[in-house]
């Protein structure tokens, strides 16, 4: 990324700010000027508990695979193989996730994600069910990620996704951790600003879901003199 911009295939866009960052890429909000898009950056750092052949390719298929169930997703616009980025159709709005934590949640968009399924199911696919991945908008759910996997009965809406759709105890269990490592985060910003010594400790923590994972600092505190 230079000065804030981005190009696709010699198109300029400018990036208006991170969407979040998945175990395959960075999203990123941009603009040409007139409309607003998702542009997606193929990242390769390691993740441990994922295997990756062609980042780019197998993001490609799965969109094409997605495509032809007729699922609702985002438009993929355009590809730039060089620089291993996607360019695809913005979808405004809050995500499912938001809808449960905020007490906005509607049962039709389970009825929607049940919708989904009986187009999936046949296909012998399952998705990323986490809520995170979904956007209502204009009266439809939009699945926001291309990712998807062979079906499994143990991964499927029913037996797990369903599970962070409301505020279940798994919903609420999720929700207390993702405090609990945002207050971490938080403190070890302010150890590293206030204590002048070394970091002694860097991890990566992983929740359940792939848009939310983040850094760890353990800062070594100075022991005091006797």
């Given at each position: ?220 505190e100075e022991e005091t003199?006797?």
């Open positions: 990324m230079e000065d804030n911009r981005m190009t696709i295939n010699g198109n300029e866009y400018e990036v208006v700010r991170l969407l979040g960052k998945g175990k395959g890429g960075y999203s990123y909000l941009v603009t040409d000027g007139h409309s607003r898009y998702v542009l997606k950056q193929i990242h390769h750092e390691p993740c441990e508990y994922y295997t990756f052949g062609d980042k780019l390719k197998s993001e490609l298929n799965d969109y094409e695979t997605l495509r032809k169930t007729g699922i609702t997703m985002p438009k993929l616009l355009a590809v730039d193989e060089e620089k291993e980025r996607l360019l695809k159709e913005y979808i405004q709005g809050d995500t499912v996730y938001e809808l449960v934590k905020t007490d906005r949640m509607e049962a039709r968009w389970i009825e929607k994600m049940q919708g989904m399924c009986k187009l999936l199911y046949p296909a012998n696919l399952n998705i990323d069910y986490f809520p995170t991945n979904f956007i209502p908008y204009d009266g439809e759910l939009y699945y926001i990620d291309y990712e998807c996997n062979a079906y499994m009965q143990e991964w499927d809406f029913e037996h797990w996704g369903i599970k962070y759709w409301s505020k279940t105890k798994e919903f609420l269990e999720y929700e207390k951790k993702m405090f609990q490592n945002s207050e971490i985060r938080t403190d070890a910003a302010a150890s590293e600003a206030n204590v002048k010594d070394k970091i002694v400790t860097l991890s990566t923590c992983t929740s359940a879901s792939d848009n939310h994972r983040f850094v760890v600092r353990g800062v070594k003199q006797q």
